[in-house]
């Protein structure tokens, strides 16, 4: 994740645009014309917060499902993630 002001592929600025963190899917449901998407918050010992919700068209989720698909097996993606998760893990490695 980057703190960029542009969004990546399009080079579309994203002033005023809310950035919303999420820690994980809380439901999810498709209709035939409009799907929405629950997002949320994960506390210890409790059940997930929803903390947002996205409604959008259901070919449009349908092809943010296949963009992300491509991205995850973009090899140069894959190796971003695996080096990632990687220097995440020596960095709270705790030193013999």
Do not use: C, R, W
């Not at 059940?47 to 698909?69: E, F, G, R, Y």
């Amino acid at each position: 994740m980057t703190n960029s002001t542009v969004a990546n592929e399009s080079n579309l600025p994203l002033v005023n645009t809310p950035l919303i963190y999420a820690d994980t899917l809380v439901g999810l449901a498709i209709g035939p014309f409009v799907s929405k998407m629950i997002l949320g918050i994960e506390s210890p010992g409790q059940q997930s917060t929803p903390s947002l919700q996205v409604s959008m068209p259901t070919n449009a989720l349908h092809d943010l499902a296949k963009h992300i698909l491509e991205l995850l097996q973009n090899a140069d993606a894959q190796k971003n993630i695996v080096e990632g998760h990687k220097n995440f893990q020596a960095a709270i490695t705790l030193a013999d």
